[in-house]
């Protein structure tokens, strides 16, 4: 009787759609939506249909969001394995069938469509190992975290192997999160730490040509002016030109004379510097940290292992974003193509964020159910 009821709430909470929205995380996503349309729109000025394609894009998100608010974390538990499973056979997909494009191998068509599979494994890779630790939630010890990495590391591999070293970044790091979460020893991590750098020399023998490069093009982007470093010099020297309060919108020089590369994509924190200096960048960093604030403590509060761990990294997802893409426009990361959460023109990034997002909700709404 006690079950029904509770089930009886669960349906009665759902009825009312705008009651799924988290209203801080609402706030939150509502500000960087409005920063995004402006930064956007100067970017895509010269793009015809651009800006109205990113607009589609957030509302296609927007609705990806609502919808997985709606479902409870039990549901999200129950494709965890059916996922991560579907994820990693189109990956082989992608190895043995996949389409190339510029050197590397992502896409797979799927008779009329045409899908980049790594992109599920970002949210498929933590529901996974989320999932495996709630079903050990009393035994995790040394096993399970071998077991673990084993998983991370079977969709990590056939997705660097395409190459696509900046959607590896992300999967690895929205696993690793899981099964830092999970009680990763600090001693198992310091020892994996050191094994890490021990392995660089052997890592540098495995890395593509293009990859080398960009690693030296960090160090001394002036070595290629023109080629390989043209990105990172345009791209520092618009940060730097925006000073403190920016030369306004559409009156980036940068930006409209066509100096930064990408500037719609990878490249947009550029020219949110340019224009809205010192001060839009620390607006975008306040808000980018209090949605990750408002993420962990929704994991602090919530009320499963599995919630807990999919929260937590979900929230890390999105500082991993953040911390990568503008690493790389400012100069101190390698560019390795992610966007900047939000802002960066994408549907697959969009939708994906969307649906990180929605997660976050979900397990909110979850511990609001319980209470009640």
Same mark, same amino acid.
């Given at each position: 009787? #006690?079950?029904?009821?509770?089930?009886?709430?669960?349906?009665?909470?759902?009825?009312?759609?705008?009651?799924?929205?988290?209203?801080?995380?609402?706030?939150?996503?509502?500000?960087?939506?409005?920063?995004?349309?402006?930064?956007?729109?100067?970017?895509?000025?010269?793009?015809?249909?651009?800006?109205?394609?990113?607009?589609?894009?957030?509302?296609?998100?927007?609705?990806?969001?609502?919808?997985?608010?709606?479902?409870?974390?039990?549901?999200?538990?129950?494709?965890?394995?059916?996922?991560?499973?579907?994820?990693?056979?189109?990956?082989?997909? *992608?190895?043995?069938?996949?389409?190339?494009?510029?050197?590397?191998?992502?896409?797979?068509?799927?008779?009329?469509?045409?899908?980049?599979?790594?992109?599920?494994?970002?949210?498929?890779?933590?529901?996974?190992?989320?999932?495996?630790?709630?079903?050990?939630?009393?035994?995790?010890?040394?096993?399970?975290?071998i077991v673990a990495s084993v998983l991370l590391a079977i969709p990590a591999i056939l997705i660097l192997k395409q190459p696509d070293l900046g959607t590896t970044l992300l999967v690895l790091g929205a696993g690793f999160f899981v099964i830092f979460f999970a009680g990763l020893s600090w001693k198992i991590l310091t020892a994996l730490s050191i094994a890490f750098f021990a392995s660089l020399p052997v890592i540098w023998s495995l890395m593509h040509d293009y990859q080398r490069q960009r690693v030296l093009t960090l160090l001394d982007p002036t070595q290629d002016p023109l080629g390989k470093g043209f990105h990172i010099i345009q791209s520092t020297t618009a940060v730097g030109s925006g000073v403190?309060?920016? #030369?306004?919108?559409? #009156?980036?020089?940068?930006?409209?004379?066509?100096?930064?590369?990408?500037?719609?994509?990878?490249?947009?924190?550029?020219?949110?510097?340019?224009?809205?200096?010192?001060?839009?960048?620390?607006?975008?960093?306040?808000?980018?940290?209090?949605?990750?604030?408002?993420?962990?403590?929704?994991?602090?509060?919530?009320?499963?292992?599995?919630?807990?761990?999919?929260?937590?990294?979900?929230?890390?997802?999105?500082?991993?974003?953040?911390?990568?893409?503008?690493?790389?426009?400012?100069?101190?990361?390698?560019?390795?193509?992610?966007?900047?959460?939000?802002?960066?023109?994408?549907?697959?990034?969009?939708?994906?964020?969307?649906?990180?997002?929605?997660?976050?909700?979900?397990?909110?709404?979850?511990? #609001?159910? *319980?209470?009640?």
């Amino acid at each position: 009787m #006690k079950q029904s009821s509770h089930s009886l709430k669960s349906i009665h909470f759902l009825n009312h759609p705008l009651k799924v929205f988290d209203p801080v995380l609402s706030m939150i996503f509502l500000t960087l939506v409005i920063l995004a349309l402006v930064t956007q729109y100067s970017a895509s000025y010269d793009f015809p249909g651009r800006f109205e394609n990113h607009v589609r894009n957030l509302g296609l998100a927007f609705i990806v969001m609502w919808m997985t608010a709606c479902i409870q974390p039990q549901a999200l538990m129950k494709i965890a394995v059916p996922t991560y499973l579907i994820g990693v056979i189109l990956l082989i997909g *992608v190895e043995l069938f996949g389409e190339i494009s510029k050197g590397a191998q992502r896409w797979l068509h799927l008779g009329i469509v045409r899908i980049q599979p790594s992109e599920i494994m970002k949210i498929g890779m933590p529901l996974m190992l989320a999932w495996f630790f709630q079903q050990r939630e009393n035994v995790s010890g040394l096993a399970e975290f071998i077991v673990a990495s084993v998983l991370l590391a079977i969709p990590a591999i056939l997705i660097l192997k395409q190459p696509d070293l900046g959607t590896t970044l992300l999967v690895l790091g929205a696993g690793f999160f899981v099964i830092f979460f999970a009680g990763l020893s600090w001693k198992i991590l310091t020892a994996l730490s050191i094994a890490f750098f021990a392995s660089l020399p052997v890592i540098w023998s495995l890395m593509h040509d293009y990859q080398r490069q960009r690693v030296l093009t960090l160090l001394d982007p002036t070595q290629d002016p023109l080629g390989k470093g043209f990105h990172i010099i345009q791209s520092t020297t618009a940060v730097g030109s925006g000073v403190v309060t920016g #030369k306004g919108l559409l #009156k980036g020089t940068q930006t409209h004379l066509e100096f930064i590369p990408e500037r719609t994509t990878d490249f947009i924190f550029a020219v949110l510097a340019e224009e809205f200096g010192l001060i839009g960048c620390i607006v975008l960093l306040i808000l980018f940290s209090c949605l990750i604030i408002r993420g962990l403590v929704i994991a602090a509060n919530a009320t499963t292992l599995f919630s807990r761990l999919m929260a937590g990294a979900v929230s890390l997802i999105f500082f991993t974003y953040t911390f990568v893409n503008i690493g790389m426009v400012i100069g101190i990361l390698p560019v390795v193509g992610v966007p900047l959460p939000i802002i960066s023109y994408g549907g697959t990034a969009m939708v994906t964020l969307g649906l990180a997002a929605g997660i976050l909700m979900s397990i909110q709404n979850t511990k #609001k159910l *319980v209470q009640t």
